[in-house]
């Protein structure tokens, strides 16, 4: 439980400034993502000031196709941020499954990301770490930016104090290696950058080392997409090179600029180059890596990446194929047929104008139904209300089916997804299944108090909790191993897999008695009378107590424990036996220090005429063996 709210679920990612979790609101009972400052950079002021500086930015930008941060806030060792939690993938992992995107599939995807900068850049923000890892695709379709760690004011002093240049490496506009500087121009060039990666499935520049790529983002200009994708429209590449300018000034002056741009390229471009296939050549490698230099810092990563919507069918792009009618005969005079080839009889003109009619007529009919409204492309209805959805989808002329489903992400009664997805295509006969959001999943504590433990722990699990934290406490009305109580309270309603702890019943309490000095029999005996284990240690300890008898037990006596605890006894070696030293002759003072550092206690005879301090005799002699403890009494002499 982090600062008495955030209940930790599980470890999303590790970067190098911060570890992301999953975790609960409990005050607000909500699923978020806890950003923790790693406890070592937490003592250094300057990393703190930009981990709030984050929140304080993204906070302040309000865009939904921004990450949101809801808290900041410190406990003990750790700075952390709560920020929204988006189920789904990141744009790399779609590119690590997919390699290169539709036209169409990378525009949608960019589209988004620019609209996210732009209030960035018009709230006076530049973001400096664009990259495929910090754009998350939820599984409701929406894309987010993340990752605004790196965040800085536009018009606060743009170097790196520590003349380190941050952000990475294949993403880094020239500006910002060389100089070190960046505005918003620098989120432009990382942007041109991912647009080139998503239509060829490969970045620009590549090296083996991070020294190669920086040399090539400052000397050589990033390469049009056609290079590497022969066929993609010429808009494409303007977009990618304009973007990825080296001179900064030659750029879109901000995101907002660059969006105009990607919207009117869109608009120039036909379906058949919004939907041209990218080749399954530069498809990279199932589980290859992105590079050490494409870490993400707080991004969640699920086991699986969501599909994009699928390519239309390939019914509807397949090409008709007509036979070419058979040559004329050769006229006289001319070269004779290859050997092998049948004469064919040359058809009637009559003939050939009726099946070239035919083929024309079955056609235009097929281009006819295809282009002429019998397929509707479905709109995007996502997060929509049901009224507004099926408004929209009835005014594009399609049927509505609905259904529901719990989400974590889209409010109660909105739209979670639709079946055909966004984009797609269906009959104008047919419907569009639209699941709508039943809010986040619920599940009631059920009520277990007085059932034995096993039961109580198959009642919970079966409504769908999970059993947490177990206490003990003792009871002489529950009987031992039932529930005594549950938190949250029985009737109260939990999401899905959330722990409820238990108290369960240690029964009665009873009093240890006292078995010190007693046999190993007697001590055993008198505790298994009151229901209580016994378990003798292997070690033993000199006491006072006879040898073999008991010289310490554990609890101690009128110690409280249930029926059927375990008391340890300890058995006793008998006293310590050592050498009493020699004190006769010695000073009163020289004989105690002696005798007392031995371990013995020491008494002191003095005659009554004219003591001396010269030690006559003592009670035990100087080289016999006494028990540890034991007092040894010394006589001084007397007289002149």
């Known amino acids: ?149 790196l965040v800085r004011a536009v018009d606060t002093n743009s170097t790196a104090s520590t003349g380190s240049v941050l952000g990475t490496v ?24 991912v647009l080139y990666e998503m239509l060829t499935g490969a970045k620009p520049h ?26 993609l429209a010429p808009q494409l590449d303007e977009l990618v090179t304009t ?64 599909p994009l919507p699928p390519a239309q069918d390939e019914q509807l792009n397949r090409t008709t194929r007509l036979e070419q009618p058979p040559a004329p005969p050769a006229p006289p005079g001319a070269a004779a047929p290859r050997a092998g080839r049948p004469h064919r009889r040359r058809p009637s003109r009559g003939l050939l104008a009726a099946l070239v009619a035919v083929l024309l007529a079955v056609v235009g009919t097929g281009v006819w139904y295809i282009s002429s409204g019998q397929f509707t492309t ?28 719990f989400s974590d992400t889209v409010e109660r009664g909105h739209v979670i997804s639709t079946d055909p997805g966004p984009g797609g295509r269906v009959r104008n006969t047919g419907k569009v299944t639209v699941t709508l959001s039943k809010g986040p999943a619920k599940a009631e504590v059920p009520n277990v108090v007085g059932m034995p433990f096993d039961e109580a722990k198959r009642k919970i699990e079966g409504a769908g909790l999970t059993v947490g934290e177990v206490g003990k406490q003792f009871s002489g009305e529950t009987p031992q191993g039932s529930v005594l109580a549950t938190d949250p309270k029985p009737g109260v309603e939990r ?29 055993t005996s008198a505790l298994e009378d009151k229901g209580l284990k016994v378990e003798v240690s292997d070690a033993q300890v000199y006491s006072d107590a006879p040898k073999g008898s008991v010289a310490a037990q554990s609890p101690a006596d009128g110690g409280q424990v249930a029926k059927g605890d375990t008391v340890t006894l300890t058995l006793s070696k008998g006293k310590e036996m050592v050498t009493v ?12 220090q002696a005798l007392t550092s031995a371990g013995f206690k020491v008494e002191v005879d003095r005659p009554f005429f004219f003591p001396r301090d010269s030690v006559d005799s003592q009670s035990v002699k100087g080289g016999d063996q006494a028990a540890k403890g034991d007092t040894i009494t010394i006589r001084l002499k007397g007289g002149f």
């Open 170 to 193: 294949s993403y880094l506009a020239p500006e910002q290696m060389e100089h070190g500087t960046a505005d918003t121009r620098v989120d432009v060039y990382a942007c041109g950058v």
């Open 1 to 149: 439980m982090l600062d008495g709210r955030y209940r930790v679920e599980a470890r999303i990612a590790v970067g190098g400034m911060a570890t992301v979790y999953r975790a609960l609101d409990t005050r607000l009972d909500r699923v978020l993502a806890l950003k923790v400052m790693h406890p070592g950079l937490a003592a250094d002021e300057v990393f703190v000031e930009r981990f709030i500086r984050e929140a304080k930015s993204v906070a302040r930008l309000d865009h939904p196709n921004v990450v949101g941060v809801f808290d900041q806030g410190t406990d003990g060792t750790y700075v952390y941020l709560a920020m929204e939690y988006v189920a789904g993938c990141t744009l790399r992992d779609v590119l690590r499954e997919r390699g290169a995107l539709q036209p169409r599939a990378a525009l949608d995807i960019a589209e988004p990301v620019l609209a996210a900068l732009g209030a960035a850049h018009l709230a006076g923000l530049v973001h400096r770490d664009m990259k495929p890892e910090n754009v998350l695709i939820g599984d409701d379709g929406r894309v987010k930016v993340a990752d605004f760690g």
């Open 495 to 523: 999401r899905p897999d959330s722990p409820v702890a238990l108290t369960v019943s240690k029964g009665a309490a009873l009093s240890v008695p006292k078995v010190q000095g007693l046999s190993v029999a007697a001590a």
């Open 243 to 306: 973007a990825t300018a080296r001179d900064p000034q030659r750029r879109p002056a901000d995101a907002v600029g660059l969006l105009a741009m990607v919207r009117t390229a869109r608009e120039a471009l036909s379906d058949a180059q919004l939907d041209a296939l990218p080749p399954q050549a530069r498809t990279p490698e199932p589980g290859a890596s992105s590079g050490s230099e494409d870490r993400t810092s707080v991004i969640p990563r699920p086991a699986a990446a969501r």
């Open 206 to 231: 590549a090296g083996s080392t991070p020294a190669q790529v920086l040399y090539q983002h400052l000397h050589e200009d990033v390469p049009p997409p056609s290079a590497a994708v022969p066929g």
């Open 581 to 592: 030293p020699d004190v006769t002759g010695r000073s009163e003072a020289d004989a105690k």
């Open 378 to 405: 479905v709109p995007a209805v996502l997060d929509m209300t049901q009224a507004k959805a099926e408004q929209t989808l009835h005014k594009a002329g399609l049927g509505v089916k609905t259904q529901q489903d």
